[in-house]
């Protein structure tokens, strides 16, 4: 009779066990719910596939378009121009990229290399927008002109300083940001960088940062400025 009385105690205490050990389990489960559903701890959402890419240059040699853009890549002997990977060939791998848009926002752009692959991603369907500094516009080898006569959207300041960001972003996805101008002199023979990334950390605020400018720029509100004509916010518009 003992040894039965014993035997029921102990199940009864294995009993009790398991379920406080249940009970606790099922607070805890509760009260985060709890938490996340009222906003005192957020549940931590990771980007998947996340990349930082990083560029240098000068470039030794303008790649060679023949060899990368046709399909019977170069048939020049003795072509002076790259057949390698270059700083360059990789940039505009990334622009390539673009399906939907194409916001630039950089101080000066003369590279044809550059532009060409802009207006080709306008004439491919892709949506392109510029902003780029006022004195810059109409210097030589600027492709602000190229890109008006193609279609594409160019916004600029209207101020003695200097719009000297030299960032674009890809399908709102990509961010291509650094101490790089868009000159030939930038490819060959400066020291220059730049950071590619996809981080939306980092992307957004660059987001950010270009629908401002874009508003701010917008020439209607040059109307309110002295010294414009009419003709001055055609070709800003244009």
Known sequence: MASWSLGKLVILTIVGSVTLELLYYTWNYFKRNHRHKHGKTKPKQQQKNIFHNVLFF????????????????????????AHSETSLTHMLSYLRSARKTLDLCVFVI?????????????????TVRVITDDEQVDITGSKIGAFRAAGIQVRQDRSSYLMH??????????????????????????????????????????????????????????????????????????
Do not use: M
Not at 60 to 76: M, P, T, V, W, Y
Not at 180 to 203: C, H, P, Y
């Open 58 to 81: 000068p470039d030794q040699h303008i790649a060679c378009k023949e060899h990368f853009n046709s399909s019977d890549g170069c048939l020049r002997s003795g072509c002076k121009y």
């Open 110 to 126: 003369t590279c044809h290399e550059l532009s060409d692959t802009v207006i080709a991603l306008h004439e491919r369907g892709v």
């Open 165 to 238: 960001h030299k960032f674009a972003l890809i399908d709102e996805d990509v961010l291509i940001n650094g101490s790089f101008n868009w000159t030939r002199q930038a490819v060959t023979g400066n020291n220059e960088n730049l950071l590619i990334t996809n981080s939306r950390d980092i992307v957004q605020p660059y987001i950010e940062e270009f629908e401002r400018l874009w508003e701010q720029f917008d020439p209607r509100n040059y109307k309110c400025l002295p010294h414009t004509n009419s003709d001055q916010i055609h070709q800003a518009i244009s």
